[in-house]
Structure formats: structure tokens, C-alpha cells
């Protein structure tokens, strides 16, 4: 089976605190993509940052930071010093070579509280 | 550059009605796929296409739905005797054949009465 799983539905934090967004996906294809997609009120999806399979390093984004573990099947997404500007849905995404069609969890919206 | 637009932004249909919503993607994108994000839920495929062909329709959810790219360019999805349970957002986004990242559209908000 071919999922993505983002088990927090709603998360809450005050500015400036950090935040973590988790993604679980299941796939048996040893060449996959994993993305990171935020969704603000006006709708629009807005990439965020892709992965391959096979580069599993971590990467920073000035206060964004992803944590990709093959291990676990995981990759997490990390908020430091979180801004009300922060607040939206964020989608963890997968897909494969051929189509590249994605399949998307079903969000984590995420608010931030002045 | 300009990304993806999609007309109208928003659609309000009695039930029964036909309905046409159009996607422009980037230029020079060869892929163009059409998804459905019903309220509180993240997307799910519809269809996809490279230039004109249709690859992959295995998304529709019935034989009322009804995508096209004649020219390669433009997309057109169509739904036809719209049901209240066809009411979602649609959204349509586009890639380059070189990358793996799709761009999306503002997608088109359908409510069906």
C-alpha cells in the first residue's frame, strides 16, 4: 500500500515557539519523492521542499528544517521561533517516477498564536 | 514568471447542472494534473496528462467526470449532472518533464445545491 500519514490534525503553539509536523508514509518502491506543501486561507498549495529517496540528508531553510529517516519512514518538518504568518495547513505529499502523480495526508493545520 | 491559474475561482451549481472548470498551467509545463480536496481533507488525483494525452484517469470518481487538453496547453475538466457530493475544491497543477515538483493553481471552489 502506498499512504501518507499525518497523525496531528490540529496543532496550537504561541509565537516563537518551535514546532514539529510529522509525516509517516508506506510505500514498497525503493525510488520515491517526498514533499512538503503549505496551504494558507487563500487555498493556493505552496511548495515548500522535495526529497529523493535516496539522499537522505536533512536540510535547513532559514527557520525551517526537515528530518528525512528511511529507518522510520518519516519526514518531519520542524518550525523554529514559529510566526503568526506560520498559521495554515501543511500537507506532507509521495510520489514515484512514471506519473509522478502525488498522494497527499490529510494535513496538519498548524496555528500560531500572538 | 506566471504561475498556474484556474477560472472561475469560484462556482456555485444547482444540482443536475453541467459545470467547466479550466486550468492554465506554466508555460512550457508538459504535465498537467487535476486534483480534488474535499473540506478538510488533503488532495486526492484526479487525472493526469503529458501534453495531450491522457496517461492516467484513474481518479475519476465517475463516468459524469470529464477532463481534456486538446492542445496541450489549456486543461478543461468537466462535470456533468453535478451531485451535492461533487461540491470540493478543485485544483490544478503543472511540472516541468525535468523535475518532480507540481505547481498548483488557487483552485476552483464548486458548490453544488
Known amino acids: 500500500a502506498q499512504k501518507v500519514t499525518q497523525a496531528q490534525t490540529e496543532i496550537s503553539v504561541v509565537e516563537k515557539e518551535d514546532v514539529t509536523l510529522d509525516c509517516v508514509y508506506e510505500t514498497r518502491d525503493t525510488t520515491y519523492y517526498l514533499f512538503w506543501y503549505k496551504q494558507p486561507p487563500s487555498g493556493e498549495l505552496v511548495f515548500l521542499i522535495r526529497r529523493n529517496s535516496f539522499d537522505e540528508q536533512n536540510e535547513i531553510s532559514g527557520r525551517y528544517s526537515w528530518n528525512f529517516q528511511k529507518s522510520t519512514s518519516s519526514f518531519n518538518f520542524t518550525i523554529t521561533a514559529s510566526q503568526v504568518v506560520d498559521s495554515a495547513v501543511y500537507f506532507c505529499a509521495l510520489s514515484f517516477s512514471g506519473t509522478y502523480k502525488y498522494i497527499f495526508g490529510t494535513g496538519t493545520r498548524l496555528k500560531v498564536l500572538a | 514568471g506566471a504561475g498556474v491559474s484556474q477560472s472561475p475561482r469560484y462556482k456555485v451549481a444547482k444540482r443536475g447542472q453541467d459545470v467547466a472548470l479550466r486550468c492554465d498551467p506554466i508555460s512550457g509545463h508538459v504535465s498537467l494534473f487535476w486534483y480534488q480536496q474535499a473540506l478538510g481533507q488533503g488532495p486526492e488525483f484526479l487525472t493526469y496528462?503529458?501534453?495531450?494525452?491522457?496517461?492516467?484517469k484513474s481518479g475519476l470518481p465517475s463516468d459524469r467526470f470529464f477532463a481534456e487538453r486538446p492542445e496541450g496547453s489549456v486543461s478543461t475538466l468537466k462535470i456533468q449532472r453535478t451531485q451535492q457530493e461533487d461540491s470540493a475544491v478543485y485544483l490544478c497543477?503543472?511540472?516541468?518533464?525535468?523535475?518532480?515538483?507540481?505547481?498548483f493553481g488557487p483552485g476552483t471552489r464548486l458548490l453544488v445545491l
Open positions: 496528462f503529458q501534453n495531450e494525452a491522457q496517461l492516467d
Open positions: 497543477a503543472s511540472r516541468d518533464v525535468t523535475q518532480e515538483t507540481q505547481y
